[in-house]
């Protein structure tokens, strides 16, 4: 009786550990992926920029970035000041934040998840480049969706595996003593 304690705790842990674990690498290629869009605007808009485009002649509109879904583009001078945008917050221009710049100066590019007003994730990478900072970001509303749903997915995966484990130790007792434990509230 004990061994078969101990070999259904073992397998209930060894299923959740492993749902867990698809989780948490599911989510992870997500919001890893989530990044790609913006990788290659920043070096576009880098290379429009060394080409001698003017950052304040981005976009003759800004988007409200609470309703946005596409990318925009934020260039920073030197001293961190907005000096081109294609996104609002609060009718101003957004600011990262000031270890994104840190960051950035010190490696030439930076990816984050920047929230500028709670519940607003997004998406960003910083570039650097001689005369300031581009960042480009999206929104991570739908890549956090996507993330709900694997959770509820894996959580049902999960109660399928706990369930299969629980009743196979049920069914390996001795047949009188499963047929009461199953049975037994019927008669």
Known sequence: MQNRKIFFILTAFLVTLFCGLVFAISQQMLRLTANDPQVQIAQDILNSLAQGADPKQLSPTTVDMTKA????????????????????????????????????????????????????????????YKDGYVVVGKSL???DNRIK?????????????????????????????????IFGPIL
């Not at 694997?150 to 499963?178: D, E, P, Q």
């Open 149 to 181: 749903m694997m959770l509820k997915l894996v959580s049902v995966a999960w109660v399928m595996g706990i369930a299969a484990t629980s009743l196979a130790f049920l069914l390996t007792r001795s047949k009188s003593s499963a047929l009461i434990i």
């Open 141 to 143: 509303g739908e890549i």
């Open 69 to 128: 879904t596409n990318p925009f583009v934020i260039i920073y001078d030197n001293s961190e000041k907005a000096v081109g945008t294609t996104v609002e917050l609060d009718k101003k221009t957004p600011v990262p934040p000031k270890g994104a710049f840190e960051k950035t100066k010190k490696n030439n590019e930076s990816r984050f998840t920047w929230e500028p007003k709670e519940g607003l994730r997004q998406a960003a990478v910083m570039v650097k």
